[in-house]
Structure formats: structure tokens, C-alpha cells
């Protein structure tokens, strides 16, 4: 097999040349950078189109920073944006967050991170051009030639250029982004991350948000990623007024999903078969964010969480948000209503098929798995139907 590595100083010179400039907005980012690298040397075993996928990743993320610090140097008003909010989806993953993000997105009051806009966000976008910017079309057909590419995915997590996506780009810009380890086998860096400061993650987070949304509002953001649920405190340090919509779903019916869509995605990148140990992989990883998630609400008491019992966002999902809104003090009038209404007549679940999975198949039980969620099962035990 042909060992392919990469050099983070190759990959930094690469974006500077094509830059042009080389202010990065600081150094924070360089050890996540390093680290996601070591890695990706280490352990991931990329095939040569895995390496192309990877690079070209990396390269993105870079270049994409070194182009939002050039548009704040020549635009120093960005700075003075204030972003409203936000309203975070969270809740472990295959918990019908990407349903609900969409659904929360088709709110006309909320402002979502579509998906062409975390792919390219410079130039920022403008009202005017926000549903005919060229860069649509250009991420439309990468989805296109994904789902082609990948068929099963459709059924796994579908998405346009235009539906919101989760945040983990802005993160991925500081190289603290735990949705690599979902992309390759890299078990020291997954390590690093869940258990680094995010202090300077969410406040890149922050700055790029201000400059979507500088020519291009509202700026009462919607945003969402289960990861989040490791970091409660640093986003909320960034974010006081945070809030924070909550999805529940049988975590035995979730972990077969997850470590599902994990091994899918890591077939694109490497030949390596990790079926016998994602498993517990990721059996520890969302044991440990709803422990933390579970802690921090405890702390700082439920005022600022609405939970959505999974079946609810199946089966009647405009009146599961209206009640969850009513529960944050945001208002749903007319229009919020006729608009999440229209989006919910029009995706009813499984449009774009149905994906079956176990936790048999990755070597978990199901009485193991709900064993080690058991405190979270006790706490929530009304809201998994």
C-alpha cells in the first residue's frame, strides 16, 4: 500500500499563495492544523482519491480564513455586527436535527448558514444575489456529483446548496472540529479535540457569522451541529443569549446510525475496515457529550432549552417547533407559521429514502448502549417516545 502524508507548512504555503496574503487572524489554529495532520499521517491509511478529498478539504478551510481576514481588513464595520441569539439545534445525532434545522431554517425571521455560503463565504453574501449567487450553482453540482458518487448517502443526510448546514465548517477553520473524525480514522486528534479549550473556535465562529450576515440579514441566527453539546460552555461564554432547541431519540436506535454514516464516510477516504471498534468509538464520544450537555443545563437551569421528542419532529413537526418557541419566548406569527407549514407539506420523512442500521453491527448491544446512557434515558425518559 502506498503511504501518502501530507505537511501542514506545504498546505499553509499553498493558501498563502493563492491568497496572496498570509494573515491568518492569529495562531490559534496552527496546533488543531498539526495536530488534524499527525493524525491523518498516522492512522487514517488514505487511499490516493481519500488524500485528494482530504487536501482539498484542509486547503478549503485555510483558504477560506485567509479570505475572510482580507474582507475584515478592507471592511472594518463588520466588526460592529451583532448577531442575535443564536438558536442552537442540538441533541445526539439521528435525532432528526437536520429535519428540524430545516424546518427552523424555513422561518423567515431566522437567519440559517446555508450550504454554498460554509463552502465559499467571500465574498459575503448579499440580499439581492442570496438565491442567485453563482456559487449555488458550483455547490449544487458538488452535491450532485456526491450523491452519484455515493448513493446510499441521499438516505443518510440529504441536503442542497441552499438548505442550512451544520457549523462545523467555522470550526473546521480553526482546526477544533470533531466532524474529521467522522470523515477518517484519526483517534488522536478526535481525542485532542474533545477535550481542547474551544475559547477560540467559538469566537471564529462569531466573527464569520458577522460577516454573513453584514449585507445580507436578518441576524437572528439559527445554527446547528450535535457537537456542540461537548462545549456548552465556551459557546455560551461567546454567545450569553444563546438558546438552545433540544432533539430526543432512543440512543440505541441512534448509535446504529451514527457509527453507520461514520463507517459509509470513511469508506470515500480509506480502504481500512473499522466495523469491529466504531463502535465503541463513538459509544464514547456521545456518552460523553450528553454528559456534558447534561451537566451544563443542570447548572445553568432549563430556561434557555425546549426539548422535541423525535417522533414529534416526525409526525407533526410545526406544532412540536410552535411549542418549543413558545417555551424560548421567540415569537411564531403568521408568516413563521405559514412558512415552516409549507416546508413540513413538502418534506415528509423518508423522501429521500430510508436508511436501516443496528448497533449489532458495530459490535455495541442494545442493552449496552442504553446502560451507558442510562442517567440521560432517567432525565429525559419523557421526551423518547
Known amino acids: ?74 471592511h472594518l464595520e463588520i466588526a460592529e455586527q451583532v448577531v442575535q441569539g443564536p438558536v442552537f439545534v442540538i441533541g445526539l445525532p439521528r435525532t432528526g436535527t437536520t429535519a428540524l434545522s430545516q424546518l427552523v431554517a424555513a422561518d423567515p425571521q431566522m437567519r440559517s448558514l446555508r450550504t454554498w455560503e460554509s463552502l465559499a463565504p467571500v465574498p459575503p453574501p448579499e440580499t439581492a444575489t442570496e438565491h442567485s449567487d453563482s456559487r449555488i450553482a458550483a455547490a449544487q453540482a458538488g452535491l450532485d456529483y456526491m450523491y452519484t458518487a455515493y448513493p446510499k448517502w441521499a438516505s443518510l443526510h440529504h441536503e442542497t446548496a441552499e438548505t442550512p448546514t451544520e457549523c462545523q465548517d467555522l470550526l473546521g477553520m480553526e482546526f477544533k472540529a470533531e466532524h474529521f473524525d467522522g470523515m477518517a480514522y484519526i483517534p488522536a486528534y478526535s481525542e485532542w479535540v474533545v477535550n481542547c479549550d474551544m475559547t477560540s473556535a467559538y469566537a471564529w465562529h462569531h466573527r464569520v457569522l458577522k460577516l454573513l450576515q453584514w449585507q445580507c440579514p436578518p441576524t437572528l441566527w439559527h445554527l446547528k451541529t450535535p457537537v456542540h453539546m461537548l462545549y456548552l460552555d465556551a459557546l455560551v461564554a461567546e454567545y450569553p443569549h444563546a438558546k438552545f432547541l433540544w432533539s430526543h431519540r432512543d440512543p440505541a436506535a441512534v448509535l446504529g446510525s451514527v457509527c453507520s454514516l461514520i ?123
Open 1 to 74: 500500500m502506498t503511504v501518502i502524508t501530507f505537511n501542514s507548512q506545504s498546505l499553509i504555503d499553498r493558501a498563502i499563495q493563492k491568497a496572496g496574503h498570509a494573515d491568518f487572524g492569529g495562531d490559534t489554529w496552527r496546533e488543531g492544523l498539526h495536530r488534524l495532520v499527525d493524525a491523518l499521517n498516522d492512522t487514517a491509511q488514505l487511499t490516493p482519491e481519500g488524500a485528494n478529498m482530504m487536501g482539498y478539504r484542509i486547503s478549503n478551510l485555510l483558504q477560506n480564513r485567509l479570505a475572510i481576514e482580507k474582507t475584515y481588513s478592507e
Open 263 to 385: 463507517a459509509y464516510c470513511r469508506t470515500w477516504v480509506s480502504d481500512r475496515d473499522d466495523s469491529t471498534t466504531i463502535g465503541q468509538e463513538q459509544l464514547a464520544i456521545w456518552t460523553e457529550a450528553i454528559r456534558r450537555a447534561t451537566d451544563f443545563r443542570e447548572r445553568m437551569g432549563d430556561a434557555r432549552f425546549a426539548d422535541l421528542p423525535f417522533a414529534d419532529i416526525q409526525s407533526t413537526p410545526v406544532a412540536a417547533l410552535e411549542r418549543a418557541y413558545a417555551q424560548l419566548n421567540i415569537p411564531f406569527g403568521q408568516y413563521s407559521l405559514a412558512a415552516t407549514q409549507a416546508w413540513a407539506d413538502s418534506h415528509k420523512p423518508g423522501l429521500h429514502g430510508r436508511h436501516q442500521s443496528h448497533v449489532e453491527d458495530f459490535g455495541l448491544t442494545t442493552q449496552q448502549v442504553h446502560s451507558a446512557f442510562d442517567t440521560y434515558t432517567q432525565r429525559f425518559a419523557a421526551f423518547l417516545t
